[in-house]
């Protein structure tokens, strides 16, 4: 059963716009959460995250909302470049692992 | 720091022959974590390491798979013998104990 889901396994985004990607986790006890970013041919890095102390956490044009009630998590990227257009991982530490969701394709159309 | 190092990149095999895929974590990392990623399961955790112990292998999908630590700088990931269905995306990556973890740019194996 998967602990942490992104439901949308792609995104397109005209540049300039928001991009909204979206996770779901079923842990109430997750505590710490990651948005991990994966250019074709590259290994995953990390790109974000925010601890369940904060609801928000923000780095430049990337931002991070927790909703803790909700079990929910969405990565903001406001304007959207082309340069995002790559695969976007919702992960959770979990013990001495990661847990990662499948993650979301995001396209930013020029 | 030259980051996490894998190698090949590229691997193509007939069904049947060994793969060994190679991985140099960065160094004063003391966990080293190996993944494989495909379409229909995305990225899935294999086999973790911690100073150089396995912790978990609980995601190795069968004997087939064997991984190992020597030292601190370098594992291998072994598929004996290797079949259509090994054919993935294989990441490396290391941290420091429950920190960041950083990925290596992958070995792409291809099982004809």
């Known amino acids: 059963d998967q602990q942490v889901k992104q439901n949308s396994p792609s995104l397109s985004v005209q540049e300039g716009r928001i991009s909204i990607l979206n996770c779901d986790y079923t842990?109430?006890?997750?505590?710490?959460f990651l948005w991990y970013k994966k250019y074709p041919a590259e290994g995953p890095t990390f790109l974000i995250s925010?601890?369940?102390?904060?609801d928000k956490n923000e780095d430049g044009r990337f931002t991070v909302f927790l909703n803790k009630s909700a079990k929910h998590l969405s990565l903001h990227i406001v304007p959207s470049q082309p340069g995002d257009s790559a695969v976007y991982f919702c992960?959770?530490?979990?013990?001495?692992?990661?847990?990662f969701g499948p993650g979301t394709s995001l396209s930013v159309i020029p | 720091d030259a980051g996490v190092i894998q190698s090949p990149r590229h691997e193509v095999t007939e069904m049947g022959q060994e793969v060994t895929l190679r991985c140099k974590p960065i160094s004063g990392h003391n966990s080293l974590f190996w993944y494989r990623q495909t379409m229909m399961r995305g990225l899935e955790l294999l086999i973790y390491f911690n100073n150089n112990v396995p912790i978990d292998d609980s995601g190795m999908p069968e004997d087939r798979f064997s991984a190992k630590m020597p030292n601190a700088s370098f594992s291998t990931l072994k598929i004996q013998p290797s079949e259509p269905r090994d054919s993935a995306v294989y990441f490396c990556?290391?941290?420091?104990?429950?920190?960041?973890?950083?990925f290596g740019p992958g070995t792409r194996l291809l099982v004809l």
């Open positions: 990556a290391s941290s420091r104990l429950e920190e960041t973890q950083y």
């Open positions: 842990n109430s006890m997750f505590d710490y």
């Open positions: 992960a959770v530490p979990h013990h001495d692992k990661v847990i």
């Open positions: 925010i601890s369940s102390i904060k």
